[in-house]
């Protein structure tokens, strides 16, 4: 009985971060935080909604073909469940599709009076994505994920897009507003941007063997593990962390605030020392990208409450 309960428990585990419910979770969650962080009311559940459907569209995206066994769990998973996440993949489709239409149909005017500046920042972000996968009928010289070392910073930029400027900006857009670049939002876009970024560095740790197959440069296959741990993941943890309560002593945070936005750094320096050892890809999965939840939390109730 015990036993059947454990693999209940792993294959729902297994389903919620494989199919990308999480990180979904995750985009939702930091958009809220960095609305508030940005003193702006939020969104209502229907852009929130198309958030979360657009980052499991965007993640399911490549695992969506017939493969063979490999290494990758992952892999093997979509393997096992092709069908089923095929019609997954149709069902989202559908609903993004029909979720976007409705919501520019609801906003018909505001869309029509979006200014030339608000759509680059709508648009960037999207085609930075699509060439972070590739763009087929272009050519596969275009897929930026072979650049090893550039890889993270393409995947913090998109995300700081969806999370710190798009909430604003749609926000913006729907109430009749002009959108503008502020020093706060930009200091709160290069945070997201870098945090996210250090994240994506300890998920090419996880990918070390492959990428060094592919000879796809990564920081971890240029370097070496230790070096990548100690000369660049924690130092750049380490800086986020000073900048940060630089930030914070010069313009007079509660105490708490601070203490409360100091703990994702914290978590992101632990975390990093942590994958000195090998660990499993539900391990990079959940607590590796976890660490955007524990900021969207930590972030959210600090600005809310403090």
Known sequence: MNGSLVIKKKCLLEYIFFSNYFYGICAVALSVEASLQ???????????????????????????????????????????????MRWHQVLISIVLMLSGVLFIINYKKQFLNISLAE????????????????????????????IGWLKPFIIGFTWAGLVTVYPVLFYCILNDQDYQFTGVGILLFLKNLMFIAVLCIMFDIKDYASDCFCSLKTFVVNHGLRKTIFRILLPLSIVGLAAFVWYAVAHHFHEMRIILNVIPFMLLVIVGYSLRKRRSLLYYLSIVDGLMLAKAICGTIAVKYF
Do not use: C, H, M
Request: charged fraction near 15%.
């Open 38 to 84: 940005q003193l702006f009311p939020l969104n209502g559940v229907q852009y929130f909604g198309l958030i979360f459907i657009v980052t499991v569209f965007y993640y399911t995206y490549p695992y969506i073909r017939k493969s063979r066994e490999s290494n990758n769990p992952r892999t093997n998973w979509y393997t096992r469940n092709y069908d089923l």
């Open 119 to 146: 759509w680059l920042a709508i648009l960037v972000f999207p085609i930075v994505g699509g060439f972070y996968y590739g763009i087929n009928f272009l050519s596969r010289k275009y897929d930026i994920r072979r």
